[in-house]
């Protein structure tokens, strides 16, 4: 008899072809696990992707959570397999000129850390801006977080310094039209924060992405989260909001034949 979890997906566990009963978990995937080359089963958390987990060239399985990604983690030039979490940026993480090993979140931004002029390698939070921290000009050396941004942070017309998070983006923060002071966060983005056409300003996270936050068809506001990804979210064909989650894959959710909306987990 099937054991009750048998039934989560939508077809029962079969047994593979070496006559051994596929665990229930084995169907989560929209097909089930098969066994790789080498005649081990394949995880059942493999299939989450597009495609089933391969070996790399040195004949390791490689881990599940590499396939997230566009593509699979390599080994880099040493012969480590570079970490899962490495290709989170347009590129391999890569050795420094030390030999050592850069940490997986030293790629976030758009060039790898390097040593300062003192030898002493810069933090890796270092290089999530375009420059370096240097030393300000009273030979303090500037927090690391003050570099997140294109710029360093000054003081604003008033004496006072802005605070570090005021550099995240590429301008310091402004007031406002209604002359209030913009909040640091809100230049988190390449632009400032804008008042939406109803007159209500948008919330600073609705900068996170590289446009803002726009009102959908129905008037309502989407949410900020839904710009994360490269398009804004549409209803769906119900008249449903999608929720901001759906955009995380490259498509949208879709209802299934059976007219239930698909878990927006169904498209990482």
């Given at each position: 008899?099937?054991?009750?979890?048998?039934?989560?997906?939508?077809?029962?566990?079969?047994?593979?072809?070496?006559?051994?009963?596929?665990?229930?978990?084995?169907?989560?995937?929209?097909?089930?696990?098969?066994?790789?080359?080498?005649?081990?089963?394949?995880?059942?958390?493999?299939?989450?992707?597009?495609?089933?987990?391969?070996?790399?060239?040195?004949?390791f399985?490689?881990?599940?959570?590499?396939?997230?990604g566009?593509?699979?983690?390599?080994?880099?030039?040493?012969?480590?397999?570079?970490?899962?979490?490495?290709?989170?940026?347009?590129?391999?993480?890569?050795?420094?000129?030390?030999?050592?090993?850069?940490?997986?979140?030293?790629?976030?931004?758009?060039?790898?850390?390097?040593?300062?002029?003192?030898?002493?390698?810069?933090?890796?939070?270092?290089?999530?801006?375009?420059?370096?921290?240097?030393?300000?000009?009273?030979?303090?050396?500037?927090?690391?977080?003050?570099?997140?941004?294109?710029?360093?942070?000054?003081?604003?017309?008033?004496?006072?310094?802005?605070?570090?998070i005021?550099?995240?983006?590429?301008?310091?923060?402004?007031?406002?039209?209604?002359?209030?002071?913009?909040?640091?966060?809100?230049?988190?983005?390449?632009?400032?924060?804008?008042?939406?056409?109803?007159?209500?300003?948008?919330?600073?996270?609705?900068?996170?992405?590289?446009?803002?936050?726009k009102?959908?068809?129905?008037?309502?506001?989407?949410?900020?989260?839904?710009?994360?990804?490269?398009?804004?979210?549409?209803?769906?064909?119900?008249?449903?909001?999608?929720?901001?989650?759906?955009?995380?894959?490259?498509?949208?959710?879709?209802?299934?034949?059976?007219g239930f909306?698909?878990?927006?987990?169904d498209?990482?």
């Amino acid at each position: 008899v099937k054991r009750p979890i048998d039934s989560i997906s939508s077809s029962f566990i079969k047994k593979d072809v070496s006559g051994f009963m596929k665990r229930p978990i084995d169907s989560i995937g929209s097909s089930f696990i098969k066994k790789d080359v080498s005649g081990f089963m394949k995880r059942p958390i493999d299939s989450i992707g597009s495609s089933f987990i391969k070996k790399d060239v040195s004949g390791f399985m490689k881990r599940p959570i590499d396939s997230i990604g566009s593509s699979f983690i390599k080994k880099d030039v040493s012969g480590f397999m570079k970490r899962p979490i490495d290709s989170i940026g347009s590129s391999f993480i890569k050795k420094d000129v030390s030999g050592f090993m850069k940490r997986p979140i030293d790629s976030i931004g758009s060039s790898f850390i390097k040593k300062d002029v003192s030898g002493f390698m810069k933090r890796p939070i270092d290089s999530i801006g375009s420059s370096f921290i240097k030393k300000d000009v009273s030979g303090f050396m500037k927090r690391p977080i003050d570099s997140i941004g294109s710029s360093f942070i000054k003081k604003d017309v008033s004496g006072f310094m802005k605070r570090p998070i005021d550099s995240i983006g590429s301008s310091f923060i402004k007031k406002d039209v209604s002359g209030f002071m913009k909040r640091p966060i809100d230049s988190i983005g390449s632009s400032f924060i804008k008042k939406d056409v109803s007159g209500f300003m948008k919330r600073p996270i609705d900068s996170i992405g590289s446009s803002f936050i726009k009102k959908d068809v129905s008037g309502f506001m989407k949410r900020p989260i839904d710009s994360i990804g490269s398009s804004f979210i549409k209803k769906d064909v119900s008249g449903f909001m999608k929720r901001p989650i759906d955009s995380i894959g490259s498509s949208f959710i879709k209802k299934d034949v059976s007219g239930f909306m698909k878990r927006p987990i169904d498209s990482i």
